[in-house]
């Protein structure tokens, strides 16, 4: 599986943006799918995760509420809508594919290369 995340960009702080991830192959609908980021100088942490049917989804406490992760098997493609954005999430934003849902990136088989957010203050 090859993962394509886009959708990064600079918002101010209160504004929304939607990331998306696009997998090539024909067996995406298997795998649980996560999204993780990294900022400047920090380790890569959780954000959100979605079963392989779509039917459970976890998120970080730092995200829940103003984060949506969902997915479209029939497209492909998982996404990310972020809203109520705050300069605490800025970083380079990372979609995975694993076998299972984790909120730890060792399950993950599969990453994307990042898409970065900035939020300004």
């Known amino acids: 599986v090859q993962l394509q995340a886009s959708g990064g960009g600079l918002v101010q702080a209160g504004g929304s943006l939607r990331l998306s991830c696009a997998a090539s192959?024909?067996?995406?609908?298997?795998?649980?799918l996560g999204w993780f980021r990294q900022a400047p100088g920090k380790e890569r942490e959780f954000v959100a995760t979605i079963s392989s049917s779509g039917g459970s989804t976890y998120y970080a406490d730092s995200v829940k509420g103003r984060f949506t992760i969902s997915r479209d098997n029939a497209k492909n493609t998982v996404y990310l809508q972020m809203n109520s954005l705050k300069p605490e999430d800025t970083a380079d934003y990372y979609c995975a594919a694993g076998p299972f849902v984790s909120t730890a990136p060792k399950p993950y088989d599969y990453w994307g290369q990042g898409t970065q957010v900035t939020v300004s203050s």
């Open positions: 192959g024909r067996t995406f609908s298997i795998y649980a």
